[in-house]
Structures are given as C-alpha cells and as structure tokens.
C-alpha cells in the first residue's frame, strides 16, 4: 500500500463501453492532484477493502481531477466489482498519488500507441500530451467491437481522430499482419508502447 494516500469524492461516473465505467474524482481538501507524467496509474481502494491499481486515462495537465476506467471482470475479487456495483457520485474513495512504470520516451522521433481493450486506458495520456507537444504519433486502438470500444467518442473527434485508427474484430490469425501493418513505413528512432489483456 502506498504510504501517501488521498480522500477522493467520485464527481461522475459513466459507461465508456460494453462492461468498462470510467470515474471522475476530485480531492476531498479541495488541493489540485500533484503533476504526474503519462502512463501512471494509482492504486485505488475500492468500498470492499480491496486496492487495485488503474491508469490515470485523462489530461496530464488537468490536475484538478484524475480520469480512470474500470473493466468489470467476471472473475472479480471484490476490485472492479465493487467499483461498478457501490460507486456512485459522491461516492468516497481512498487513492495513492501517481505512479509510473510506462513512460514516454522523451528522445523518440515519432511514436506509436498500440492498444487493445482496457489496454487504451494508459495511451490515452499519452495522447494527450503527445498532441499538445506537437509531436507525431499514431494511436491503433484494437477492440471486438464499437460496443467494447471504451473512448470511442473522444477518439472520434479532434482532436485524436487524426492521430487514432481503430480496428474491430481482428481475428486471431490475423493479429501478427495487422500489426505489422501498423509498423510499416514507421522512420528509424519510432517508439512503440503496447497495452492490453493478454489474448
């Protein structure tokens, strides 16, 4: 558990995809969130007891909120579930201050953002700052479907949907070409950042 930790009130709630619900929240004290670099996460003591830890999804430079999304797994052991079934607005939670395994590397030419499902989650702070440095990249975001494609409607309008292609039931078999479609013609000095389940 981390030792520095904040009591957080959840300001909204809202499906994102087929079982994904994102969570909007803000500091109890009324203090901005400390800065944090893209691809953190926080942990994130859910109403069970339980701390999970799940990306900061949202604009690195808006510090008065933080931005996560939660898959609910059907396997669950108390995280995600009570996420979804005892969170509401206003809803109290207890969360650690960023941190991050998954950062952007600052003397890539270009990069690319490769994403499958909940895997989006991390990219998409990436994303935000990418745009606003100027810098280019492409955001390939892999989902079975719209329906379980979280973030759709913000990848679809500027201004990520010059930057974001998405690609829906990509079978098994077919996975290794359409990544490596995604990697063609990219220059020399291009960082690649993968995330997502497993499969």
Known sequence: MQAQSF????????????GVRSFVISRLDGVPFDAYEPGAHIDVTSPSGV?????????????????????????????????????????ELSVGAPRNLFRLA??????????????ITPL????????????????????????????????SRAPFDAYAKVHFGIEPDALDAELAACLDDVPQGTHVYTCGPVP
């Open 106 to 119: 600052e003397n890539a030419s270009q990069h690319v953002l490769i994403g499958a499902g909940i895997g």
């Open 7 to 18: 009591k957080v009130r959840v300001d909204a709630v809202r499906d994102e995809a087929h």
């Open 124 to 155: 998409l702070s990436m994303a935000y700052r990418l745009q606003k440095m100027n810098v280019p990249f492409e955001l390939h975001y892999f989902a079975r479907s719209a329906e379980h494609a979280a973030f759709l409607p913000l990848l």
């Open 51 to 91: 701390t999970r830890q799940y990306s900061l999804c949202g604009d690195p430079d808006c510090r008065d909120t933080h931005l996560f999304a939660v898959k609910k797994e059907t396997q669950s052991r108390g995280g995600s579930r009570s996420l979804h079934d005892d969170v509401q607005i206003g809803t």
